[in-house]
Each structure stands twice: as C-alpha cells, then as structure tokens.
C-alpha cells in the first residue's frame, strides 16, 4: 500500500489537551520483515496515552512528534512482512502497539508479529481491542507478581483491587475469581452494581471513610493488593496486609519505588512491589480465549469516532471511566 494515504489522530506538540488531537491524513505505514499491517476496526484508549502526550514520560516517550497515539488494536491482517508466519492477510487479530510510536488511532497499523494473536468471531473488534494492555497488565500482576494460580488450585486467597471500575481493575477482579480467591473491591460510588456483577464479593465506596482506609467490611486481611488507584500511603495499606502481604502497584510512581526499595532493604515479610508492564503474545491469546468462552467480560466504557477524538480523549484524561474508552473509523 505504499503510497495509499490514511486518517489518522496526531499531536505535535507535549502539554496540550483534547483540542491538540487533529483527524489529519498521513501515509499508510509499511510493515518491516516481523511486522504486519493491519486494517483497525478498533482502537482503545488507556491512561498512559494521555500520560505520554502530557509529557509524563519523557524523554523515553513519545519517541518522535507528531505522534499518533493508541497501542491497543483490533482489526483484520492486510499485508505481512517476508518473515511473518503466524498470521496471514485475511485474519481477524487483536494487536499491542509500542508506546514508543504509538499508531493505534489510524484507520491502519502496525505491529509486531510476536505481539499479534488471532481474534474469533465470537469477540468483537470493540471487545478485542480491550483486552491488550489492560488484560495483560492485570494477568501479570496477578501470576508472574503474586503467583495465583488461575486454574483455583492454590490455596485460599483474599485480595483487594483498589479503583476496581477502571480497566486493569474490571479484568483483575475476573481473574482471581478464576483463581476462587475471596475479592474486596474499591470504587466509585455510581460503579458498584458493574464491579459487583464482575464477581466482587465485597465492594466499597472509595469515597467513603472506609473506602479510603481501604478497610474490608469483613474484617479480613489481605494477602494480595492490586493497586489500581491514585498514589497511596504505606500508612493506608499496611494495617489491613496480612502477614506475609503484598501490594502490587500497577501505576508505580517514585514514592512506591522508594517504598519497595525501603521495604526489601528492611527486609519485611509485608512489601509494596512496583508492576510494569511486559506483553506476551501468549497472555493476549489465553485472555482471548477466556473472553471467547465467556469467563472474562471486556467491559467497555463508550464508543467514539476516530474523526471526532476530542470528547473521547478528554473522558480518558478524567480517569473516571469504568472500562475502556473505543474509537472506530
């Protein structure tokens, strides 16, 4: 498709807000020998896009400007690059782009091989360009950092997903579930009855007295902490820790890094370990599966169009959102 021009949503600049995003048209990209190109039926916002066009991440993104944001996709497989074997054109796919460049909010993409699975017919486009870095954020926490077994073979577990209505928190509190472990829930009030219906057995209002001090209405203790929210205090989480607990923080900032670091350097049995992000293909297809067998839910949030961004971006800079936020061409 060399040549061929395509819509796509670009800034130029770091620091701006909604009203930076323009609808322009800019060549179709070329997929390199592991690469392919894919025709995006789907694309999913997530808070790190808003992060990187702040300027949040610098110098490490975004890598160039202009910069045309969006790393979660879904769509169907055009062209392959000469080494690509586990896709064809003509395949339906979910995709996770780099955060380096970005390239979801196209009406063509592309990705790395390695990190593109097929999609089935019984999930979406809408669906499947959920599922990427969220689902993959919340599998990780919760396998390679935590160690639940998702099969319900370890032993009993209580957890606590903090600001569970936001994307990593719908499908975390899915997975322990599978895991059979006993689930404590914070959120905000207007989403309770969506992270009850998600298999929450206990749910509170983050923005009552209890809700802050993250206090579990049974009392219990928790083995495992998914933090999904704002930056919080050890001083907050550690009355309600079990013995052995630890808190996961998938939004690490400096004062969670110092924290982990003071917790191992003291060596507490209680510690607070930062989570960053790594894809797999392999995860991408197993939460596939589940999404297609009807275990997991892909909760989405709203829909917009590509050519109108601005109201879908300024939603995601809320951070208020219960699931995720999709834009089709």
């Known amino acids: 498709m060399a040549g061929k021009l395509m819509h796509a949503v670009h800034y130029i600049n770091c620091g701006g807000g ?34 990187i066009q702040q300027g949040g991440l610098k ?12 790393t979660d996709v879904a769509g169907e497989v055009v062209a ?21 460049n970005g390239g979801g909010l196209a009406e063509f993409a592309v990705a790395k091989a390695n990190l593109t699975v097929i999609r089935p017919l019984e999930v979406s486009a809408a669906e499947g360009a959920g599922i990427p870095s969220a689902g993959i954020m919340a599998h990780q926490a919760l396998t390679d950092s935590a160690g639940l077994k ?10 606590l997903i903090t600001n569970a209505s936001e994307s990593v928190g719908n499908y975390a509190i899915q997975l322990a579930k599978l895991g059979n472990a006993h689930v404590t829930a914070t959120c905000a009030p207007e989403h309770i009855d969506l992270v009850k219906s998600l298999g929450a057995d206990e749910v509170v209002d983050q923005t009552t007295p209890d809700g802050q ?16 929210g704002e930056p919080t205090s050890w001083s907050t989480f550690e009355p309600h820790l079990a013995s052995n607990g630890k808190i996961f923080d998938v939004k690490p900032t400096p004062s969670s890094i110092k924290a982990y670091a003071l917790k191992k350097l003291t060596f507490s049995k209680k510690q607070l370990i930062p989570v960053l992000l790594s894809c797999k293909a392999e995860n991408m297809d197993f939460l596939v599966k589940l999404v297609k067998e009807g275990k997991v839910k892909a909760v989405i949030d709203s829909k917009y169009s590509l050519s109108n961004p601005e109201d879908a971006w300024a939603k995601n800079a809320e951070n208020k959102i219960c699931g995720k936020i999709i834009l089709e061409p």
């Open 18 to 51: 909604p009203s930076d995003l323009k609808y322009v048209e800019v060549p179709v990209p070329t997929p390199k020998k592991d690469e392919v190109l894919i025709k995006v039926e789907a694309a999913s916002l997530s808070p790190i896009d808003w992060l």
């Open 59 to 70: 110098p490490m993104f975004p890598r160039e400007l202009p910069q045309i944001p969006g």
């Open 80 to 100: 392959v690059g000469s080494g690509v074997k586990n896709v064809k054109p003509g395949d339906k796919v979910i995709a996770m782009l780099g955060f380096a």
């Open 150 to 159: 998702l099969d319900g073979t370890g032993k009993p577990t209580n957890i």
């Open 213 to 228: 001090a993250l206090k579990s209405p049974s009392g219990k203790k928790y083995d495992i902490v998914i933090h999904c």
